[in-house]
């Protein structure tokens, strides 16, 4: 499974509570949508955090990084790059 498929997966089935990879496209805003709001960011940043090992500082933690799987994934290459 792909990290963008990971990623979808956690959403799916923690926000839209469902398994149909069709619920949710790679540029849908997860906040202008409604899917998540600021603690579902908070959630997320905590599953992405703890999958890859990683920290998000305060300062990233912002709707350009977050708000779809493309910028998710967008952001994940660049801090998983060096």
Excluded: C
């Excluded at 619920?23 to 908070?42: K, N, P, R």
């Excluded at 305060?58 to 967008?74: E, K, V």
């Amino acid at each position: 499974m792909t990290r963008r498929q990971q990623i979808k997966h956690f959403i799916l089935g923690n926000f839209l509570f469902t398994d149909d990879d069709n619920a949710l496209a790679d540029d849908t805003s997860l906040i202008q949508q409604g899917i998540v709001d600021s603690t579902g960011i908070l959630e997320l940043i905590g599953f992405i955090e703890e999958t890859w090992s990683i920290q998000v500082p305060p300062q990233d933690m912002t709707p350009a990084n977050f708000d779809s799987l493309g910028s998710i994934d967008r952001y994940l290459d660049g801090r998983l790059a060096g």
